[in-house]
């Protein structure tokens, strides 16, 4: 769904976008975890929790009703707290020489979960 014009499409569309940058930092993430037994696993795992965020928030904008739209953002939510879980492994495995990439992808995920456990919280409220 495309925004439209005003402020609420706006946030929508940043978000939008924001999740798909977290998604392209951490396919870079990814590419860069040496390829072994251990490293195909969890390189696996983390580019499906990472990249799912962005398309399952771009599904909630089509959401059916405002169930529906919650059901959407928690599946987001869920894949962002397994992502981190993830990337935490990464950084306490040491696959990386450097630890910044992956630091800077938790840290935008740590923002990320807190913006979606907010606006599932507004939305709940609203709910009801």
Not at 3 to 17: I, T, V
Not at 60 to 88: G, M, N, P
Request: glycine share 4%; charged share 30%.
């Amino acid at each position: 769904m495309y925004p439209e014009h005003g402020e609420d499409s706006d946030k929508r569309y940043d978000l939008e976008s924001r999740l798909i940058d977290f998604a392209v930092q951490i396919i870079d993430v990814v590419e860069e975890i040496p390829s072994s037994r251990a490293g195909n696993h969890i390189a696996g795992q983390l580019v499906r929790s990472g990249t799912s965020p962005a398309p399952n928030y771009a599904e909630s904008q089509s959401a059916e009703s405002r169930r529906d739209f919650i059901h959407k953002l928690k599946i987001a939510f869920k894949e962002l707290r397994e992502t981190k879980v993830w990337l935490e492994i990464v950084l306490r495995k040491s696959f990386y020489q450097t630890r910044s990439p992956v630091t800077d992808a938790s840290r935008e995920c740590d923002e990320l979960i807190r913006i979606f456990g907010k606006s599932i919280s507004t939305a709940e409220a609203k709910e009801q």
